[in-house]
């Protein structure tokens, strides 16, 4: 009997033992690049609202070679030089599911008749920098684009224009005549659109970043003084482009990096003898990191040659950085540094004047130009002025008011406030009723500036809450009609010490008197989590406020939402006159599968009867979305 039980239960150990073996050969084995992974990434990509980084996510609708430039040459580099050739390209198919680059095959499909291949530049430009204008107002008229305010209130969509493998629609078209010059950045391409006929439009030509670079800036258009029409862009690598507007050739390639970690992203102006390029960095994201030598980095402007691209003349924010103390580990802590310059910048040729603003700093002694307004001459680059609206706002991303002992780049609060309020948005130089010029800002910690532009003096200032890292005012401002357009993305905490922030502010649009800074009106906008919504816009309960920078067209303003819907507000009395929600699924013209995402950045301008929205932003935690979408007049 013992005999037959020992041998039952060999039999059911063995049938045991065979059931494990087949479960786990049916286990699929992780991905070799899910450890890459976890080792080098995820801390930040799975806290992308934190880090203000893409979400993993958003990773996986990228296109293999936007992943490969960012590890091995942009933003990522300091990470991916961990990675062998092997690792990186696993860890890329894990992310993507795709190992082979992107091909641009739509395109071609949509190229233009030969009768409407050149685009006609024989009409002034009606978006020709990141302002539109060169006050950088962001006005446009109902002659400028053939819309009125009245059939702003009733849009319907006309068709969509989707791109593969983006994530990202955060540069905005220069519109002359009846063609768009669209800037892709994570296709590393600027197309030109056609669109004479607004029901069918085409693409004219295609122009490629030479080193399958993505772009990062806006266009700028200008017709220099031998009458060459021109287009003005800058890349991720710190590449300046300068491209025939009528055949999309390529004249020159200027890269203008100079430091560590330097980046474009304002919309450089193209003049007849110059072309002026700001210049950021982002150091921010990287100085936590002991293994980083802080901090080296600041903005600066150029001024460069339009026939060759060399450079006239240099504006540096601050002098270089030198040792200022042991950082605590018998490693130099370096200083100053920081200052960049993401806006675009007015240039006041009447004057002979550049206005822009700056960053925060990334290391002591705060430099008297970071969060700063800076008037520059347009001869030379030597500065007029410089107002600063926040000092000591020492600032790294990881850092946090009140770092460990061993965060060595890291300062404490006895330093700095900690906010990291920069002029993200560009500068108006606007005109008042009675003819007076005055500068206007927008800064992060919701503040609105008007500044006499000859001598910076401060006129007046109106705070509308104290924002944030992300906004406050983020990405732009607009002037019609002595009035300001400022729009809010977050209202911002209790400062210890500060005034108590007025309960009835929320996220929104406010209208500002430009001649007193009294609040004309205030446009709210609230959360809409409810069912599909919930799902496509991550964390819809705080990314709903109006980041992107407004558009004005004959009397109404256009601003998008980060939970990507779109709003139409009458100028005069901020009463909603319409509004769309983006954040969908598109069947689109060029048949490449696309959907909505936040709206934010610059993305909204308009021609021929069609109002042109780009929809998708996925930064910060921010919906991905890969779409223009064209809206016209319901008849």
């Not at 008297?368 to 107002?387: C, F, P, Q, Y």
Request: with cysteine.
């Amino acid at each position: 009997m013992i005999s037959i039980r020992r041998a039952v239960a060999a039999l059911a150990l063995l049938a045991g033992l065979g059931s494990a073996s087949a479960a786990l050969a049916q286990t699929p084995s992780p991905h070799p690049g899910q450890p890459v992974y976890r080792a080098n990434c995820a801390t930040c990509h799975d806290n992308p609202e934190a880090t203000r980084s893409p979400s993993r996510e958003t990773l996986s609708q990228m296109s293999v070679q936007a992943l490969t430039f960012a590890l091995t040459q942009g933003k990522m580099k300091t990470q991916g030089a961990a990675l062998t050739d092997q690792t990186r390209a696993q860890l890329i198919e894990f992310l993507t599911g795709k190992t082979k680059a992107t091909t641009d095959t739509w395109s071609q499909a949509m190229a233009c008749p030969a009768s409407r291949r050149t685009p006609d530049l024989k009409s002034p430009a009606t978006v020709a920098t990141f302002g539109f204008d060169e006050r950088n107002t962001r006005t446009l008229t109902a002659r400028q684009t053939g819309i009125t305010k009245a059939s702003l209130s009733k849009l319907d969509l006309a068709w969509a224009i989707g791109f593969p493998d983006v994530t990202m629609m955060r540069s905005q078209a220069a519109v002359v005549g009846r063609t768009l010059f669209l800037p892709v950045a994570e296709a590393a391409a600027m197309y030109a659109f056609d669109v004479s006929d607004p029901a069918k439009p085409c693409v004219q030509w295609v122009y490629n970043s030479p080193n399958g670079a993505p772009l990062r800036t806006s266009a700028a258009y200008g017709v220099l003084a031998g009458g060459r029409p021109v287009l003005a862009f800058a890349g991720m690598d710190a590449t300046v482009h300068l491209v025939d507007a009528r055949t999309g050739k390529g004249l020159w390639t200027k890269n203008v990096g100079a430091y560590s970690y330097t980046l474009t992203t304002g919309t450089p102006r193209v003049l007849k003898d110059r072309i002026i390029v700001p210049v950021s960095q982002y150091e921010i994201m990287e100085a936590a990191n002991n293994n980083v030598s802080c901090c080296t980095n600041h903005g600066f402007v150029l001024s460069l040659d339009p026939k060759t691209g060399a450079q006239q003349w240099r504006y540096d924010t601050m002098p270089d950085a030198k040792p200022i103390r042991d950082r605590g580990d018998g490693k130099p802590l370096l200083g100053p540094s920081g200052a960049p310059i993401w806006n675009s910048p007015v240039v006041d040729e009447k004057r002979g004047l550049i206005y822009f603003g700056t960053g925060e700093a990334n290391s002591p002694p705060a430099h008297h130009n970071t969060n700063a307004l800076i008037a520059v001459r347009l001869r030379d680059g030597k500065e007029v002025w410089s107002h600063q609206a926040t000092p000591n706002d020492i600032y790294n991303a990881g850092c946090g008011p009140n770092p460990r002992p061993d965060q060595y780049n890291c300062v404490g609060p006895k330093e700095t406030v900690y906010r990291d309020v920069d002029f993200g948005a560009s500068l108006v130089l606007g005109r008042l009723s009675g003819g007076r010029d005055v500068l206007f800002a927008g800064q992060k910690s919701g503040t609105v500036w008007a500044l006499d532009p000859d001598t910076g003096k401060v006129l007046w200032r109106r705070d509308i809450g104290t924002g944030t890292a992300n906004g406050g005012i983020h990405w732009g401002i607009a002037f019609d009609k002595d009035t300001v357009y400022a729009p809010i993305s977050v209202v911002g905490r209790q400062l210890p010490g500060g005034p108590p922030i007025d309960p009835s502010l929320k996220p929104g649009l406010y209208a500002v008197d430009a001649k007193t800074g009294q609040i004309k009106w205030m446009y709210h906008v609230e959360p809409d989590c409810a069912g599909e919504r919930g799902k496509r816009a991550p964390r819809c309960e705080r990314h709903y406020g109006l980041s992107g920078a407004p558009t004005v067209i004959d009397g109404a303003v256009i601003t998008g939402g980060l939970d990507g819907r779109l709003y139409v507000v009458d100028a005069a009395t901020g009463k909603e006159l319409w509004r769309i929600d983006t954040l969908r699924d598109y069947q689109t013209l060029n048949g490449i599968k696309a959907k909505g995402g936040a709206i934010d950045s610059a993305s909204i301008v308009a021609a021929n009867g069609l109002v042109f929205v780009n929809s998708g932003y996925g930064m910060f935690g921010q919906a991905p979305g890969n779409v223009m979408l064209a809206l016209k007049p319901k008849p």
